[in-house]
């Protein structure tokens, strides 16, 4: 069975930075697309940054390029997300995600409705 635990949010001032990790438990294999996604109140989930297993491609939403990175780390079997730069509109709650049968093409869309795999999500609050 397999689960997604995530951590390292908290509260930080804008222009700050974050780590968030997920703990992936459990095993993939063939084409799998692995990413970070937030919710904020009153608002849909919405795509942050994917990463495409096995040709390592990575995709971020237009918001947060070139401030966030994705990337995973097999000792630790963890898909992390280090957040610099922080800015208020990224408040939200964050969850990490899988989807297990997958393209590139379709790691890169972030479509949630393709995801079957969840963590509970971390909240991430920044202040002005």
């Known amino acids: 069975q397999v689960h997604l635990v995530e951590s390292g949010g908290g509260s930080v001032q804008a222009g700050g930075s974050l780590r968030l990790s997920c703990v992936v438990s459990?095993?993939?294999?063939?084409?799998?697309?692995m990413g970070w996604f937030r919710q904020a109140p009153g608002k849909e989930r919405e795509g942050v940054a994917t990463?495409?297993?096995?040709?390592?491609?990575?995709y971020y939403a237009d918001s947060v390029k070139g401030r966030f990175t994705i990337f995973r780390d097999n000792a630790k079997n963890t898909l992390d997300l280090q957040m610099d730069s922080l800015k208020p509109e990224d408040t939200a709650m964050y969850y990490c995600?899988?989807?297990?049968?997958?393209?590139?093409?379709?790691?890169?869309?972030?479509?949630?409705?393709?995801?079957?795999?969840w963590g509970q999500g971390t909240q991430v609050t920044v202040s002005s």
């Open positions: 459990g095993d993939f294999y063939g084409n799998y697309c």
């Open positions: 990463r495409h297993v096995p040709s390592i491609w990575s």
């Open positions: 995600a899988v989807d297990r049968t997958t393209t590139a093409t379709r790691c890169r869309t972030m479509d949630t409705l393709y995801f079957d795999l």
